[in-house]
């Protein structure tokens, strides 16, 4: 099998970490069981649709470059059924199972609401025959609401009614869909929901109604049946100055400020994490000890450049970092990582579309089997339990229960005198990760 | 008068714009009325001990370079007291009426708590005769939690149980003379509450126990029958490389997940907020439309620079903005402006310390009266509402009621058809707020 | 004369800095003296084609948002031809002598080189014959080396040769119409000439290709007959990853490096002296002191986003510093002012273009006035001039002439013990500086 | 052997990959050959007297907190000597053979630099006396000029007269105690040399200053018969606003505008790099391509703060692209890698010493295996080949040697129409540098 799109490809194969072929996982091995597990269950990796089907290369400063042998200029209904079918043939050739759209990345806008509706129906039903005797399925579905001019103010925080309504209409379209395809999540991206300058602009308003926004999608898909969990993905900036999910902790807190705690979960992004100032790791950590780490979108930024670079990871020491995180999380699932990533806007030639997410499988599977192989030698994990040893003892369980008030504390203080320092070891914890790495 | 300190400086008088003179004030004039209450009313100024009088001038690279005249060169009791003197002198010639410090700031660590608390009631004890017949008094107290070594891994959130102790009898005597004293507020920075690296640190614990030790001080204040404000600080890094109470949004998130939220506010320091890649106004905006603003530290960072900075706030557009929030909070009593700044390593003459204090006092003295006259203006606070002047519907009012789900509104999104693009004036906006400036 | 694009606006009058009308200057009084010197000959302002009439507002996230009036949708010659004719009545309504473009801003690239040059005669006879009687001219013209999917790897820097030979042909003709035009200068922006990973780069090898290439410029230019400067404008990121021209110092020692620094001045862009890391003063300065400032790029980018946002510089405090900067430089001529700044995307109403541009030519009067006060005034100078004075001796000429050695200097040390400290009086100067904006 | 310093380390030995023995060396061989050159010769270690020494804990939020077992809590001759001999044992245990210093850090100041000069005589005899019968010698020594009140202007840059020539009296001596030593380099750090605000500061006047400094030095290196090389550190910022010495190209550019660019070489060190918005490698380069890459300050800077952190270098990846930039220079010497590195604050234990050295020295051992590898296999050599090779052709050639003008190029591009796009093949070289690592 040649399939249609990739001729020149073949299925992609394990050869193993002596391999030198830049066409063949090295450290991904989907079948593989680590810690109990297969591979492909605690990585459950997704194509991101826009990206590697959409991402035509266009920059602020230059035009698309990218002239995949498939397209054919137009933005036609029959253009993405094409492209639809090269995303399954893709996926198929990767061994990947999942993959990620936005409503309008698979179908086009059109004239009307209506219309544009039909056009999704449309590309779904192709999706639907072509997911058919595979495994194949949405890890999430989303609604574009930053590419039209519509929505240059926000969707949920446009200051214009008729944009909310517009914006809660085609939520709810996309909702629909991404259920009739079996998609396992649903996210929200913020998109333009943010401020260009808080001259103009009503802050307390614009959140209220992002939550009021929010709390209806919650109530709709209930309505609708859909079992699937509902995702919110931090962002701090880009496209707009100062974006209202900025990081993993303001939506928690944002999301609980509204009541809206227990029907969201966080989609984390690495690149969105150091945009905000933080590291990936601290992202997915906040988010797992509040019980709302849902899905990873796998990707890295340029640690130089101060806008979204949308990056593969290919960083092993980072990916291990992450695969730490997902695993003491229990995994991912029903989320996943979806490759929210691109190719460069000078890699033009097809071959570079799978380097590209091959790279990106085989450093979390390499980060996966290095977590693995760290969690079970134990070590690492003895070094931080020691240190916080002290308060397994009956005082520290009364001081973490809360009964121990400040003039308890003076009486113990005055009584044991000066502490003693301990060294934090963080050199001995990074000679560690770095023996595992 | 000429004082014992400060022989070659007068009184501060207000001179008006046009005066040159750097010893005087050109746009703060404390009995003035701006929107109907006494500019030093809106202002409330207090000085910071540990910078203006132990301030010392050494940075990373470089030993102290400061020595004023009535230092000694020890950290002695006494010289603890002759301070103190300093410090009252100085607030009389500026005609400043509060002051903030921390515990080990006005007096000296002793070889125990115990004398360490002896040493800082000979201060406090002192303190009190200075203020008497004067309406000076602190605007609030803290605990210095972060330069002995014994703090290094942390107060609330060290791993060593006999810390977290030590720290809870510090800041239950740093409460109380604050109390004594009349202090308005009491404040809680973060310090080296945060971590160095996730790899030694168990990030869950550590915020478990940083709520705990907070819930112990609101239960202590009342306690006490201190009826102050506590305050929290948002920081986002240094010392640590990650601190706990990194913005607004986190540490009001912090105190809503941990059931504090009406127990504190926020003390929202502007160098602090750019660190954590906000704008200042956007901190105090998300303080005030919360109920949290209740205190700002008043200081700049330098734009290029991204390290705590603590510089004197001279800019005027900076100060409009901020005098923005803080007029349309009603003002910030009892909180005020602590001056979190200090002079720069190569400020060496006396005169300096008054002449940044002077510039400060007058940058937001200036921004009081460009905020008062924008608002009375109201053609900025119009453009603002007529942006959003279509949820001024009763199918608006219906929806911020949360009373409208994606159903009904698709049917509203089908009826109007695509929504009519409005500028956003932004520019118009800018404009105004240059015309103000 | 209503004019045919802006029936609504009038010309743009001063009124006084009392007025409230956003579309008169406030402090922008183009004939009246400042310091010798018209304020209109101290600014030569100038309006950036390729912002004010092909900016569309589309970002990396979203489609374009305006819809001029006299735009049909088209990018043929025809709606070049009229877009020109918008030009001319902006400059003119404003009261602006002079405008910048690109090759391809103004005329669309056609099928071919030869049709594309086609294009450009005839919007340059247009823009001719739109000249005659005006003294409108470029200030400066440049070509467009980076949206074509040809330029992706760079232009001068491509490593395909075929790349750098149609690069020179392009630059080759733009020179010649900017001057066809009257044009006062040439710009070399570092469009994609940067490198996205080192990892495929050839560092040396594209350096050298871009001074080469720099050099048959200089030729060119020669040849041509064209007296105008030729200037490079630095930037460090965007759209690659790195850019070549970093920031003034990196430029200038480029250009000395290969022997070009007397062919050259620079085109300092404000926005991207601050992500470099310098302030737009920092970069103004080491221009100017290198001999090398020609011309500035009047903008100012948002102090918490990484990257360009290229919006109207409207502080006044900033624009102080720069006009500081200016007027020690004796003026900008034959270079000015390059409004290379932008309307927001939300910004969809023809006023705001008017509205924007006169905020940043008045922000700029008032910081000409202020440096002219300031220098006249005369304190500040004397200032810094001190903090120098020990050097103005006998010896202090010896060592600036190099004449003095280690062991001499060794031996005045000895005799001259221990330097006393004397205040770096920055809190002074900055005082200073705030009693003058 | 036990040692008088660190009883229970042992020497450090090589245990090879598999060895989870934190205090041995999994990867540094020291007499293993690499492409023809032992270990040991191409990474040349040193330790940083300064930090591993001298380094007490101390940050600008706290006092110290090591309280190593050698150490007395004085500054005194004694003190120093004791170190000295803790130095050669560190060196010993760990088997490496350079060393850097500041004068001041191994010998205190006194109270004339009479005194002091004899302080430091008194600690170089000893190092001459400990150096007996070992082949360790000074990597490189250097003036701290940064630490002492007097220098807080700048040391050549002050703007007092005194202070430079107490500077250039302190470099003297400096440069004959290393010479004295046996030192391979001597190194000039910025240290203040820069400016905290542009306000109080004549920009052209420090720099020439600067320029005829280091002039002098470059005179009395010949006079004093010393051959070892002159560096210059390049960093961005930190201690003062605004360093010098910025980044690479910025120094280059500076050592050739005053021209000194043969008589110094540049000291990289990586976490200036990151805070000048550059990656190391790219500094690296910069410095290899213009023939000035002389030494390496191995540490790595935290990619999310703002400050040097002057970490360990112990990431894989980041060390690989660094010995890739080593080994195409042929190596260092007589430069090296000096740790440049320190402890947290927070390991106060002796064994945190050896653990972060070994660290360090582990991660570059494995970078310069992987970076041989890598050379050795070609297929990344040959893609970065393949991108220029067009150039390889007459045509090229000749472009190459500016012999090539517009009007010939013009005519190349008429005949040769529109190029072809080839990819960038940057994924691909992603992936080959992973297999690497």
Request: net charge negative.
């Amino acid at each position: 099998w040649n399939g249609d799109f990739f001729p020149n490809i073949s299925n992609i194969q394990y050869e193993g970490p002596s391999s030198r072929n830049p066409l063949a996982y090295h450290w991904y091995n989907a079948e593989e069981e680590i810690l109990g597990k297969k591979m492909k269950d605690w990585l459950r990796f997704s194509v991101a649709f826009w990206h590697t089907f959409r991402g035509d290369g266009g920059d602020p400063f230059g035009s698309p470059t990218k002239t995949w042998p498939w397209e054919d200029g137009s933005n036609s209904v029959q253009m993405a059924m094409t492209r639809m079918k090269a995303n399954f043939e893709f996926l198929k050739k990767l061994g990947v199972e999942r993959w990620c759209f936005h409503d309008r990345d698979i179908a086009p806008e059109g004239a009307t609401l209506e219309e544009t509706n039909r056009n999704l129906d449309t590309i779904i039903s192709l999706a639907k025959e072509l997911q058919l005797g595979t495994s194949i399925r949405p890890l999430w579905g989303t609604a574009q609401l930053f590419k039209h001019p519509r929505y240059m103010h926000g969707a949920a925080t446009s200051p214009d009614i008729k944009v909310y309504a517009y914006a809660a209409a085609q939520v709810k379209k996309a909702m629909e869909v991404t259920h009739e395809l079996g998609g396992e999540n649903y996210v929200f991206w913020g998109g333009r929901e943010g401020y260009q300058s808080l001259l103009n602009t009503d802050l307390k308003k614009e959140l209220d109604h992002m939550a009021t926004f929010l709390q209806s999608a919650a109530s709709w898909k209930k309505k609708l049946g859909f079992n699937g969990t509902l995702l919110l993905e931090p962002k701090p900036q880009e496209p707009t100055k100062h974006q209202y999910d900025w990081d993993a902790a303001t939506t928690i807190g944002f999301l609980q400020n509204y009541g809206l705690k227990d029907e969201f979960k966080l989609n984390v992004e690495c690149n969105h994490a150091t945009l905000s100032g933080h590291s990936c790791h601290h992202e997915l950590e906040t988010a797992r000890i509040n019980g709302m780490l849902g899905n990873i979108d796998a990707n890295t930024g340029d640690p130089q450049t101060g806008w979204d670079t949308d990056q593969f990871l290919t960083d092993v020491t980072e990916a291990t970092l992450i695969m730490l995180s997902v695993v003491k999380n229990g995994g991912l699932a029903p989320g996943g990582f979806n490759f929210d990533a691109k190719l460069r806007r000078e890699s033009v030639d097809v071959e570079d579309l799978f380097i590209a997410h091959i790279s990106g499988m085989d450093a979390l599977a390499r980060g996966l089997r290095n977590a693995a192989a760290l969690l079970q030698d134990g070590v690492l994990t003895k070094l931080v339990e020691e240190r916080y040893a002290s308060f397994d003892s009956s005082l520290g369980t009364s001081i973490e229960a809360g009964e121990v008030g400040f003039e308890e504390l003076e009486v113990k203080a005055f009584e044991w005198g000066e502490p003693t320092l301990s060294s934090g070891k963080q050199e001995l914890a990074e000679r560690i990760l770095q023996s595992f790495t």
